[in-house]
């Protein structure tokens, strides 16, 4: 059975750092792609980063390039999400998702439960 176990979140203060994981289970990382989306009250679900199936390239959303860094860990089978320079845009809940296809998409077939992220000033 494929799980996903997000976790990491918390209240922090403007310009601080938080690192999200996603802990996998029932496949290995590296043979689907994992994906980081967020969603805040009243907004849509947005994607956030994404590491394909094979782990050699990474994607970000235009908001987050250059300040979050998605990264995979084949012994511990996780995949971390290292969130900088946070501002209050960035409060939401975050999710991890993954897929056997090539690419992350907002339907993939597994979720994990999601974690809290709050960042105020």
């Known amino acids: 059975e494929v799980q996903l176990q997000a976790s990491g979140g918390g209240s922090v203060q403007t310009g601080r750092s938080l690192r999200l994981s996603c802990a996998a289970s029932?496949?290995?990382?590296?043979?689907?792609?994992i994906g980081w989306f967020r969603q805040a009250p009243g907004k849509e679900r947005e994607g956030v980063a994404c590491?394909?199936?094979?782990?050699?390239?990474?994607y970000y959303g235009g908001s987050v390039k250059g300040r979050f860094t998605i990264s995979s860990d084949s012994a511990k089978n996780t995949v971390y999400l290292q969130m900088n320079n946070l501002t209050a845009e960035d409060t939401a809940v975050y999710f991890c998702?993954?897929?056997?296809?090539?690419?992350?998409?907002?339907?993939?077939?597994?979720w994990g439960q999601g974690t809290q992220v709050t960042v105020s000033s």
């Open positions: 998702a993954a897929d056997r296809g090539l690419r992350c998409y907002p339907g993939m077939r597994y």
């Open positions: 029932g496949f290995t990382v590296g043979t689907h792609a």
């Open positions: 590491i394909p199936t094979g782990g050699i390239s990474t």
